[in-house]
């Protein structure tokens, strides 16, 4: 968790939400910290982390 590096608000709390857009990349929103610090942050799509297929079986080892 991160927090402001003025007045150590969290972030994800959002004190007051400025704007929020949508990209090809997610949702941006512009927020405001208590102390008047505009942030930005990207809430991306892809929230899950991607897993890669294992494959434990070589092709075409037989007997
Ligand atoms: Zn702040």
Redesign the pocket.
């Known amino acids: 968790m991160e927090e402001?590096?003025?007045?150590?608000?969290p972030e994800s709390e959002a004190?007051e939400v400025l704007s929020r857009h949508l990209t090809s990349e997610g949702v941006v929103t512009y927020t405001r910290?208590?102390?008047?610090?505009v942030q930005v942050r990207v809430l991306r799509f892809e929230a899950s982390p991607v897993t890669p297929l294992h494959r434990t079986r070589p092709s075409g080892a037989s007997g």
């Open positions: 402001c590096p003025r007045c150590g608000w004190y910290c208590a102390c008047g610090e």
